[in-house]
Nanobody, 121 residues
């Protein structure tokens, strides 16, 4: 089994900052990429930021320059530093990882349970 556990969500005023954390655990051979998606009420889930094994990053245009994704020393952890938050950033944020569980497995997509981020105006 693979688990992704997120933390760090909460309520913040516009212009404030939050830092999300996600830790992957369980039967993991390799993590090919790990990152964050979000889903606002009535909207589809969208990519926020992804970081690959090699360290390359990919951001949604709406968060470029405000959010920074990084991995911990333990490569199974990922962080999302969110600065200059706007009410439009309000959503449930989900950690996502593309994981190979054993050397002979195909990659699979795994999701965390989500953490609420609310930005008040």
């Amino acid at each position: 089994q693979v688990q992704l556990v997120e933390s760090g969500g909460g309520l913040v005023q516009a212009g404030g900052s939050l830092r999300l954390s996600c830790a992957a655990s369980g039967s993991i051979f390799s993590i090919n990429s790990i990152g964050w998606y979000r889903q606002a009420p009535g909207k589809q889930r969208e990519k926020v930021a992804i970081i690959s094994t090699g360290g390359s990053t990919n951001y949604a245009d709406s968060v470029k320059g405000r959010f920074t994704i990084s991995r911990g020393n333990a490569m199974n952890t990922v962080y999302l530093q969110m600065n200059s938050l706007e009410p439009e950033d309000t959503a449930v944020y989900y950690c996502n990882a593309i994981i190979q569980r054993t050397a002979s497995d195909y990659n699979g997509a795994y999701w965390g349970q989500g953490t609420q981020v609310t930005v008040s105006s």
